[in-house]
């Protein structure tokens, strides 16, 4: 919400009622209903509406589901107030979407590609250390190539797959 000037954090009160209304009253302000009403809701919300008093300005928010808690702060600056609501964790869990990626990414594994990029890189230059090693002291590439495949051998085990 943007306001002419800043008001007092003490002047901002908020609270859910047993209905799925979320009332923000800001005391000592006055607005005009037609400019505060919302054209087109977002999603989550199921209606709004505006109180104007002579002593305050209500705000109502009708929600899909009741939320945890809330944080409103105020910018003093840019005369700018936001309300942020928060659902409970558990709201969120049971959403298909999350449900369906937890299933995806269970499934997916190490990428075929990247774990043939990582085999292929870690033999070439554990093969290319050991043709061009000197006597009896190992090169970086040998060492590279080593590391790289032991490294992928692991992530291939670790990494969960289908």
Same mark, same amino acid.
């Given at each position: ?15 859910? =009622? #047993? ?6 009253? &800001?005391? /000592? ?6 400019? !505060?009403?919302?054209? $087109? ?47 409970? =964790? #558990? ?6 979407? &999350?449900? /369906? ?6 499934? !997916?594994?190490?990428? $075929? ?50």
């Amino acid at each position: 919400m943007e306001l002419e000037k800043a008001i007092d954090q003490e002047n901002i009160a908020a609270w859910q =009622s #047993d209905s799925d209304w979320f009332y923000i009253t &800001l005391y /000592q302000v006055t607005g005009d209903s037609s400019k !505060l009403a919302a054209d $087109k809701l977002p999603e989550g919300i199921r209606d709004f509406q505006v109180i104007i008093s002579q002593e305050s300005t209500q705000l109502g928010v009708r929600l899909h589901h009741p939320i945890e808690y809330y944080d409103i702060t105020q910018d003093e600056t840019a005369y700018q107030i936001l309300a942020s609501l928060h659902y409970p =964790s #558990d709201l969120f869990t049971s959403l298909p979407a &999350l449900q /369906q990626y937890d299933t995806m990414e269970k499934e !997916l594994g190490m990428p $075929k590609s990247l774990r043939s990029w990582m085999y292929i890189t870690g033999f070439a230059l554990t093969v290319n250390g050991l043709l061009t090693q000197e006597q009896d002291e190992t090169n970086w590439e040998t060492k590279i190539g080593l590391g790289t495949l032991f490294a992928t051998y692991i992530a291939d085990k670790l990494w969960p797959k289908s």
